[in-house]
């Protein structure tokens, strides 16, 4: 059974950072595509970043590229999103999602709303960003 479990939500003024972590357990493969996501209320829920674990590729959504980096630590097994120059609007419940079909990774980020769903999720944690 694959676990999924984020930390390191919080609140913070626009400008400041956070550094979200993604603990995944119960993979024997060490290449899968591990997802990060986020909800505000009243929104549709959007991908954020992704990251091919096998080739450490990352990939963005325009409205973070140069202020969110996606990475990880094999030994931990552990997914990191560190986020600088929060805005407000970047307040939401962020997700971490996990999957062993690779190719999600590699759809393109503008397409990210219509791909297939990961199949594993924690259960999330807020990030609130004031002005």
């Known amino acids: 059974q694959v676990h999924v479990l984020e930390s390191g939500g919080g609140s913070v003024q626009a400008g400041g950072s956070l550094r979200l972590s993604c603990a995944t357990s119960?993979?024997?493969?060490?290449?899968?595509?591990v997802g990060w996501f986020r909800q505000a209320p009243g929104k549709e829920r959007e991908g954020v970043a992704r990251?091919?674990?096998?080739?450490?590729?990352?990939y963005y959504t325009a409205s973070v590229k140069g202020r969110f980096t996606i990475s990880q630590d094999n030994a931990r097994n552990t997914v990191y999103l560190q986020m600088n120059s929060l805005k407000p609007e970047d307040t939401a419940m962020y997700y971490c999602?996990?999957?062993?079909?690779?190719?999600?990774?590699?759809?393109?980020?503008?397409?990210?709303?219509?791909?297939?769903?990961?199949?594993?999720w924690g259960q999330g944690t807020q990030v609130t960003v004031s002005s």
């Open positions: 119960g993979y024997s493969d060490p290449d899968y595509c």
């Open positions: 999602a996990a999957d062993l079909r690779l190719w999600l990774c590699g759809v393109d980020a503008t397409e990210w709303s219509r791909a297939p769903d990961f199949s594993y």
């Open positions: 990251i091919l674990t096998g080739a450490e590729t990352t």
